[in-house]
């Protein structure tokens, strides 16, 4: 494949800044709301790990980082990490619900909360977030996009490219969505499954990591003749980036599955439920003693 074929950046790095830089802007003003009419409902920390969380987009999309994924594949490797495995749980973390509708203006705010508390809605999301269809659409998403085929359209084609890229956010705010719950009122399962779903999550990124570790020939030929920046050989750079994804996907997924085990086997606390009721109806436009089935 000639070298003038290849992608070699974002091609929509401007608009990607401005995505980001207004999600930012909404989530804070929302943010500065909740905290004028429910002080305690949004801790500062979950806006420090949401715009973490865009920034980690920022870089794996945006920033000069992206012009080498087509020349490393360890640096694809570090952007897909960035999307799946950083980026998206930061963004959970930020609990964006809450801000995010309520730095909308007031008419599209509501507007949007009378969406959500839809019957079909519920039920869709019910389905969306289900453990068992997150972990799916997570590893369809890794899996699908490192077969030769599609990661060698992705090479080649801008389009595809950001297509991949958007995949890989999606599954990654999927499949961090049962272990964070930002929005509690959709989680309907245990929380003792989430250690076993993030055991299983790591089967799938070992069984490719070590693929492409352990492989004695370039899996994807574009890397043949892409150019060089660093003295390391294309069979060298592909087991790196097996090896970069196998450490840090075991120590990603190791650290929230030991913190759930202990949340697990802590006592009680009080639940902050009711706090989050109240933030939510504040931005509904009801009254805070609205029942949960009515804003969830």
């Known amino acids: 494949m000639p070298v003038a074929a290849k992608c070699t950046c974002s091609a929509f790095p ?3 800044a401005l995505a980001l830089v207004t999600a930012a802007s909404i989530y804070l003003r929302g943010w500065y709301r909740l905290r004028s009419t429910s002080p305690g409902v949004l801790q500062a920390w979950r806006v420090a790990t949401f715009l973490g969380g865009l920034f980690s987009i920022w870089i794996a999309v945006g920033s000069p980082l992206a012009r080498l994924d087509h020349e490393l594949l360890t640096i694809h490797m570090v952007k897909h990490l960035l999307l799946m495995a950083v980026g998206a749980p930061l963004v959970l973390l930020g609990a964006p619900a809450l801000p995010l509708m309520g730095g909308l203006p007031q008419r ?6 009378s969406i959500v508390r839809f019957p079909v809605v519920r039920k869709l999301g019910r389905f969306l977030f289900n453990p068992a ?26 389009g595809w ?12 705010l999927l499949f961090w969505w049962p272990v964070v719950r930002p929005w509690s009122g959709l989680a309907r399962h245990s929380r003792w499954s989430i250690p076993l779903y993030l055991f299983l999550a790591t089967l799938p990124c070992d069984t ?11 899996v994807y030929p574009s890397y043949l003749v892409s150019p060089r920046q660093f003295s390391i050989s294309p069979l060298g750079d592909q087991e790196l980036a097996g090896a970069l994804m196998w450490v840090s996907v075991t120590f990603i997924y190791l650290v929230p599955a030991v913190m759930v085990t202990v949340e697990i ?19 509904a436009g009801q009254s805070p003693h609205a029942s949960e089935a009515e804003v969830v």
């Not at 599209?108 to 909360?113: C, D, E, K, T």
């Not at 490219?161 to 990654?172: N, P, R």
Request: glycine share 8%; net charge neutral.
């Open 265 to 283: 086997l802590s006592p009680p606390k009080n639940d902050p439920r009711e706090h989050a009721r109240f933030g939510q109806n504040t931005i």
């Open 133 to 158: 269809f997150c972990w799916l659409a997570a590893t369809v998403a890794m899996i699908g996009w490192h077969l030769p085929a599609a990661f060698e359209l992705g090479v080649r084609s801008h």
């Open 208 to 218: 490719l990591s070590a693929f492409l570790a352990f492989c004695d020939r370039v």
């Open 161 to 172: 490219h950001e297509i991949e890229s958007a995949c890989f956010l999606s599954a990654g």
């Open 108 to 113: 599209i705010g509501r507007a949007l909360g």
């Open 14 to 16: 401007i608009p990607v």
